[in-house]
């Protein structure tokens, strides 16, 4: 019954896939799904695509292992991601009307920027949908007892998430979204109300976490601790915002208002509700410590779905695959879009110059299929955990692209040559560390974010050499951009 209820559905998720596929008609319609989504469905999206792989298996494994404290990063820096993103980020984004947020990058400074910047995002999702991938391969060897390994998972959940997402793009993000999302509030919400019951109720559990010193949050009045509870929050609370799929969702809303209060609610939705597979997977303590200790010891990601396989009835196990099947679908489908729009407009648009739309669309859906091939085989070889690998995802943009955004959109002396000096000196410095003091006090990261900073300043207080050669070429590029479309 368990099988059956996945097969069915993983085909409804492909029909809703394939039916608002009959909704696109130009590449406006696959990349922003015509700028029409209203409040509910870009509430949806934000909080479907963020609720994914780790926010289920990734942190409740970390939370039974390192409590709060191993968590700055996700959930805490990825809603303040989404906070600030509504609060400063939608409105000016929204009323630019560009297609990705690497066009935003060449609009203010430059094709090199363009460049630079969009390589950095698309490299950041490689870890963020491998997660996906991975988590996917986990559900299906464990759904058929070992019959499937982990590898034929990854490849049977990345051929259905590519299948729905290829032909209907954002259409059938947004949509399949709206879907996950009531799917995953209904089925975690009853999960944590059966298995809160059989470990005594929520009091309990939350006074045997407090006494385990798993509740334990702020860090150690010393320096190193309070550096690396800033670095672990701005990882993503700063470097998830440069993301092409967050620009989408503000950017598919019908209109401004819409793309701030959608993108305000999903994250303040995403924050309130990650706590409810913490709390499910540490009942676990509770109701079976000897599972708890075999797993921390194997793989501390098994430790909630074996919970769930091993103490609730038929019914129960149904609604917590189902809620973590769409948590996974949901997040992998936007974040295997994302990577492969910009790379498609902001990378390879420029060498295929006088494209027609219909030919950039059918491009950008090859990239589709060549990134899902691309992110299944790294998944198969890396041993990183889920939530490593969707923390390490934002080092690159948080290096890079975070602070080229940041000033360009809230300081108007910000040039082409100093977000060139911050994405150099931001790289350097990140890449350096990372190879001769990796356990610094000051992680290498957030130095090269640091370090962005100052070659900003610098670069743009500095006399200029590269603003009128760049953004000329930039117009040019623009000009041809729109006469195909």
């Not at 050499?465 to 195909?484: F, I, W, Y």
Request: glycine fraction near 10%; charged fraction near 10%; charge should be neutral.
């Amino acid at each position: 019954m368990l099988i059956a209820f996945v097969i069915l559905y993983l085909l409804v998720s492909i029909g809703i896939g394939l039916y608002a596929a009959t909704r696109v008609k130009n590449s406006t319609d696959y990349v922003a799904a015509g700028r029409h989504l209203p409040l509910y469905i870009v509430t949806a999206t934000v909080f479907a695509t963020w609720f994914g792989s780790e926010t289920v298996l990734g942190i409740s494994a970390t939370f039974i292992d390192e409590g709060l404290r191993g968590l700055w990063s996700d959930p805490f820096g990825a809603s303040l991601c989404l906070i600030l993103v509504g609060l400063f980020f939608a409105r000016p984004l929204y009323r630019m009307n560009l297609l990705t947020l690497g066009d935003y990058y060449r609009t203010r400074y430059g094709r090199t920027v363009e460049l630079l910047c969009s390589i950095a995002i698309v490299i950041s999702y490689l870890g963020w949908v491998s997660a996906q991938i991975t988590a996917l391969g986990l559900v299906f060897n464990i759904l058929s007892d070992g019959a499937i390994s982990s590898e034929m998972g990854m490849m049977i959940g990345a051929g259905v998430v590519l299948l729905y997402t290829l032909f209907g793009g954002m259409w059938s993000v947004a949509l399949t979204d709206f879907m996950q999302m009531t799917i995953i509030i209904i089925g975690l919400a009853y999960i944590a109300w059966v298995v809160g019951d059989m470990a005594g109720g929520v009091g309990t559990v939350v006074a045997h976490a407090n006494e385990a010193g798993k509740l334990n949050f702020l860090p150690a009045l010393d320096p190193k601790d309070v550096i690396a509870f800033a670095a672990g929050i701005l990882t993503m609370g700063f470097g998830s915002i440069p993301q092409q799929d967050v620009f989408q969702r503000i950017n598919s809303a019908r209109d401004e208002k819409t793309a701030v209060r959608g993108t305000l609610l999903g994250g303040s939705g995403y924050f309130l509700f990650a706590f409810i597979p913490l709390f499910i997977a540490y009942s676990a303590t509770l109701i079976d410590p000897a599972l708890v200790a075999n797993y921390q010891e194997s793989d501390s990601q098994q430790i909630l779905p074996q919970l769930i396989l091993q103490h609730t009835p038929l019914f129960a196990q149904v609604m917590f695959f189902g809620a973590l099947l769409s948590a996974i679908m949901s997040t992998a489908s936007g974040t295997l879009l994302a990577p492969s729009v910009t790379f498609s407009e902001n990378i390879l648009r420029s060498t295929f110059r006088g494209m027609t739309d219909r030919q950039f669309l059918w491009m950008t859906r090859v990239v589709v299929v060549v990134f899902a091939v691309l992110v299944t085989w790294y998944a198969m070889r890396t041993d990183e955990s889920i939530h490593a690998m969707v923390e390490n995802a934002y080092k690159v943009t948080l290096a890079t692209a975070f602070v080229p955004l940041a000033f360009g959109l809230y300081w108007k002396r910000a040039s082409t040559q100093g977000a060139l000096a911050s994405i150099l000196l931001g790289l350097v410095v990140w890449l350096g560390l990372e190879m001769v003091a990796p356990e610094a006090a000051v992680p290498p990261h957030f130095a090269g974010m640091l370090a962005g900073i100052v070659g900003m300043l610098a670069g743009s207080l500095l006399p200029q050499t590269l603003v009128r050669q760049s953004h000329g070429h930039s117009a040019h590029l623009d000009l041809g951009r729109q006469e195909s479309r």
